[in-house]
C-alpha cells in the first residue's frame, strides 16, 4: 500500500508544481516589467494607456445652395435663364432695379460666363465677368441683394523683341518669341508702305518694342506696339506711336509724319496679288487681249473688303464682268472700284459715307471671274493708274504746338529701337526648315 501511495504523492506534487509555474509565468506576462524591484518585491504597475482609437475624419460641410454655371449662348437672355432654371422672377426684378446692374446683365454676349447659387428657387449669389479687369458680384442678404464691382487690373510691361526673316512675317515673330497678333498689329502699322504679302523677303528684318498685359503673373495678351523698325528691300521704315491731347493715338515716323496715308495701297489684308495692273494682259475668260486696269487680289471667299479711303458711296450693285461691285468717290478727284463681291455689307447704301479701312464687301467671284478675288481699281479724274505705284497723298503731320512734346516723348523709344537693332545679330528668328 505504502509502495503505491508513494508514486500518486509525487505525481500530485509533480501536477501542482506545473500548475504554480504556469500561473506564475502568466501573471509575470500581464505585468510591466518594471512590477518587481531589485530585491525581487511586486510593485504596483501604473495603469496601462487606454487602446488609441484611429481619428475619424470629419465630412466637408456640404453648401445647401445650388451652383450653377450657365455659358451665354447667342439670343440668351437673363429672363429666359431665370425662367428655364425655375427661378424667382421678382429676384430678377429686384436685381434690375439696383445701380447700374440692369446694363450690366442686359448685354449679354455668346461666350459670356455667368455663376450662381440658388435655393428653392430664391437666388443668393450672382458672379459676371463684365472685363478683363472688372467682375460684377451680386449677394443677398436679410436686407435684400447689394452690387458689387470686382477690379483685378491688368499689368504693363514693356518688352521688345527683333527678328529676320526667313520664310515669312508670322514664322519670323513667332521665332522671336512674340506673337501672332504681334505680327499683325506690325504689319498694320507699315501697311500703307509695305505689302506683307507679296514684297517682303528672306533678308528683311524687325525690331520692336511693345506692350504686354499680364494678370496675377499670368500673361494675358500683347498690348500696343510703342515703337517699331522695318527693313524692306533694303529700305527702313520706322515708325512711333504718340497719344494727341485728345486720347487718339497715331504712328508717325520719328520726323512727325504721319504713316498713315490717304489711301490704303490694298484694301484685302493678307491677300495674294493674283494678277498686276497690265494693259496688254489676255483676259483669263475672254481668251483675249484685255487691258487690266486694276489688282486682282485672291482671298477666300468672305474675306472683309475695306475701303481704300474715306468716301462716299457713290455705287452699289451689279455692274457687267465687275459682278457685284462698290465704287468709291474720294476728294481730289479720286474714286476706287471693288468687284466682284460676293455680298455687300449690310446696310451700305449710295449715298453713304464711308471711313478709310471700313468693311464695305466681301470677296467673291461675282460677274467674270475664275476664282474668288477682288478687282481693284484707282482712278484719278476718270483715269485709272496703277494702284501699287500711284504716290499716295499723305495724312496730317504733327501740328506745330505738339511738336516739342512729340520729340520729348518719342526720343526713349527711338533710342529703345536703336538697342534693339544693335543686339538684333544676338536675337535673329530662324525658320525651322
Given at each position: 500500500?505504502?509502495?503505491?501511495?508513494?508514486p500518486r504523492r509525487f505525481?500530485?506534487?509533480?501536477?501542482?508544481?506545473?500548475?504554480?509555474?504556469?500561473?506564475?509565468?502568466?501573471?509575470?506576462?500581464?505585468?510591466?516589467?518594471?512590477?518587481?524591484?531589485?530585491?525581487?518585491?511586486?510593485?504596483?504597475?501604473?495603469?496601462?494607456?487606454?487602446?488609441?482609437?484611429?481619428?475619424?475624419?470629419?465630412?466637408?460641410?456640404?453648401?445647401?445652395?445650388?451652383?450653377?454655371?450657365?455659358?451665354?449662348?447667342?439670343?440668351?437672355?437673363?429672363?429666359?435663364?431665370?425662367?428655364?432654371?425655375?427661378?424667382?422672377?421678382?429676384?430678377?426684378?429686384?436685381?434690375?432695379?439696383?445701380?447700374?446692374?440692369?446694363?450690366?446683365?442686359?448685354?449679354?454676349?455668346?461666350?459670356?460666363?455667368?455663376?450662381?447659387?440658388?435655393?428653392?428657387?430664391?437666388?443668393?449669389s450672382l458672379t459676371r465677368r463684365m472685363s478683363d479687369t472688372a467682375t460684377l458680384s451680386v449677394t443677398r442678404s436679410d436686407d435684400g441683394f447689394s452690387a458689387n464691382i470686382i477690379e483685378?487690373?491688368?499689368?504693363?510691361?514693356?518688352?521688345?523683341?527683333?527678328?529676320?526673316?526667313?520664310?515669312?512675317?508670322?514664322?519670323?515673330?513667332?521665332?522671336?518669341?512674340?506673337?501672332?497678333?504681334?505680327?499683325?498689329?506690325?504689319?498694320?502699322?507699315?501697311?500703307?508702305?509695305?505689302?506683307?504679302?507679296?514684297?517682303?523677303?528672306?533678308?528683311?528684318?524687325?525690331?520692336?518694342?511693345?506692350?504686354?498685359?499680364?494678370?496675377?503673373?499670368?500673361?494675358?495678351?500683347?498690348?500696343?506696339?510703342?515703337?517699331?523698325?522695318f527693313v524692306n528691300k533694303g529700305k527702313t521704315f520706322r515708325a512711333v506711336r504718340y497719344v494727341m491731347p485728345d486720347g487718339s493715338a497715331e504712328y508717325f515716323t520719328p520726323d512727325g509724319h504721319s504713316v498713315r496715308k490717304a489711301f490704303l495701297r490694298f484694301p484685302v489684308e493678307f491677300g495674294r496679288i493674283s494678277s498686276g495692273f497690265n494693259l496688254a494682259r489676255r483676259h483669263p475668260v475672254l481668251n483675249r487681249v484685255r487691258a487690266h486696269k486694276g489688282i486682282d487680289f485672291a482671298a477666300p471667299v468672305g474675306t472683309a473688303i475695306k475701303a481704300a479711303g474715306s468716301g462716299r458711296v457713290s455705287f452699289r450693285g451689279v455692274k457687267g464682268g465687275y459682278g457685284n461691285a462698290v465704287i468709291l468717290s474720294h476728294a481730289g478727284g479720286v474714286t476706287t472700284l471693288y468687284g466682284h463681291m460676293s455680298r455687300f455689307a449690310r446696310g451700305l447704301s449710295v449715298g453713304d459715307k464711308v471711313k478709310q479701312g471700313e468693311v464695305i464687301g466681301y470677296v467673291g467671284m461675282t460677274g467674270l471671274a475664275t476664282g474668288p478675288h477682288l478687282h481693284y481699281e484707282y482712278r484719278v479724274d476718270g483715269v485709272h493708274r496703277n494702284p501699287a505705284k500711284v504716290p499716295l497723298p499723305k495724312a496730317e503731320s504733327i501740328p506745330a504746338h505738339l511738336r516739342a512734346d512729340f520729340e520729348a516723348r518719342t526720343a526713349p523709344l527711338l533710342a529703345q529701337l536703336d538697342s534693339i537693332s544693335a543686339s538684333s545679330p544676338t536675337r535673329v528668328a530662324q525658320n525651322i526648315p
Open positions: 500500500m505504502f509502495a503505491d501511495a508513494r505525481g500530485i506534487f509533480a501536477s501542482c508544481l506545473v500548475a504554480g509555474v504556469a500561473i506564475a509565468t502568466a501573471l509575470t506576462s500581464t505585468l510591466a516589467p518594471s512590477a518587481f524591484d531589485a530585491a525581487g518585491a511586486l510593485v504596483e504597475a501604473p495603469p496601462a494607456a487606454p487602446p488609441a482609437v484611429e481619428a475619424v475624419a470629419q465630412p466637408t460641410p456640404v453648401s445647401p445652395f445650388e451652383w450653377a454655371e450657365i455659358t451665354i449662348r447667342r439670343n440668351d437672355t437673363l429672363d429666359a435663364i431665370f425662367r428655364q432654371m425655375e427661378l424667382s422672377l421678382a429676384d430678377l426684378a429686384e436685381l434690375r432695379s439696383l445701380p447700374d446692374v440692369r446694363r450690366s446683365l442686359d448685354r449679354l454676349r455668346p461666350g459670356d460666363i455667368i455663376t450662381l447659387t440658388h435655393l428653392d428657387g430664391e437666388l443668393k483685378n487690373p491688368l499689368e504693363i510691361e514693356q518688352t521688345a523683341l527683333a527678328g529676320t526673316i526667313d520664310s515669312s512675317l508670322f514664322v519670323a515673330v513667332n521665332r522671336a518669341g512674340g506673337s501672332d497678333t504681334l505680327a499683325v498689329t506690325l504689319a498694320e502699322v507699315f501697311r500703307y508702305d509695305i505689302d506683307f504679302v507679296n514684297e517682303v523677303q528672306p533678308g528683311d528684318s524687325f525690331a520692336v518694342a511693345y506692350e504686354q498685359q499680364w494678370q496675377d503673373g499670368e500673361y494675358v495678351r500683347d498690348g500696343e506696339i510703342a515703337a517699331a523698325e
